[in-house]
């Protein structure tokens, strides 16, 4: 094998580089131009609609559904603080008269 000197090496490595950045910007515009198409999807355009849309209708049932537990969660702990709150008194009270 017959060695290359330095400056033919540096010389083929920067056009690999160049023609390596060439090819990934065609791809990346190649791909932008399929997304502009709407090709991107392999659904129909009217399906995925349909689709984001039963998700959107989830994610508010969802949320809701939080929103009722996290009030529970709520009441509950307010109900064990009064219930805590009047064994205190009583206790309390117990203490007292004796």
Same mark, same amino acid.
């Given at each position: 094998m017959a060695v290359l000197p330095q400056s033919e090496v540096n010389a083929r490595g920067c056009h690999a580089a160049v023609k390596a950045k060439k /090819?990934?910007?065609n791809e990346e515009r190649r791909e932008a131009?399929? +997304?502009a198409r709407g090709e991107h999807t392999w659904m129909l355009p009217e399906l995925d609609q349909r689709l984001?849309?039963?998700g959107q209708e989830h994610l508010v049932k969802? /949320? +809701?559904k939080k929103e009722k537990s996290k009030k529970k969660k709520k009441? /509950?702990?307010k109900k064990e603080k009064k219930e805590k709150a009047k064994c205190q008194q009583q206790d309390g009270s117990a203490d007292s008269s004796e």
């Open positions: /090819k990934f910007e131009e399929r +997304k984001q849309q039963m969802s /949320k +809701k009441e /509950k702990k």
